[in-house]
Nanobody, 119 residues
Framework: QVQLVESGGGLVQPGGSLRLSCAASGSIFSGSIFSISPMGWYRQTPGKQRTLVAQISSGGITNYADSVKGRFTISRDNAKNTVYLQMNSLKSEDTAVYYC????????WGQGAQVTVSP
């Protein structure tokens, strides 16, 4: 059973920062499976599709959507089966529920982490 658990969301003022974490668990991640899996962070707002905003390859190569480039940083700790998203210079339009998964959405979706950027 694969489980993705996102945490670290919250309410922050514009210009602020948050760090999201996503812990992956389940027998599929035993051994080195997580370390060879590309991972990504998505976000979704009400009535809109979930969109991929950052991804990281097994080798640590990163890629970002234009909307977050230069402000967000994705990283991973393979020893902890965890992927992170450091979000700086947050804007109101970053308000969304954030999820992690592989770039093709292979695993069951977690509950997500709500990020609200508001004065």
């Amino acid at each position: 059973q694969v489980q993705l658990v996102e945490s670290g969301g919250g309410l922050v003022q514009p210009g602020g920062s948050l760090r999201l974490s996503c812990a992956a668990s389940g027998s599929i991640f035993s051994g080195s499976i997580f370390s060879i899996s590309p991972m990504g962070w998505y976000r979704q707002t009400p009535g809109k599709q979930r969109t991929l905003v950052a991804q990281i390859s097994s080798g640590g190569i990163t890629n970002y959507a234009d909307s977050v480039k230069g402000r967000f940083t994705i990283s991973r700790d393979n020893a902890k089966n965890t992927v992170y998203l450091q979000m700086n210079s947050l804007k109101s339009e970053d308000t969304a529920v954030y999820y992690c998964n592989t770039p093709d959405g292979l695993f069951p979706w977690g509950q997500g982490a709500q990020v609200t950027v508001s004065p």
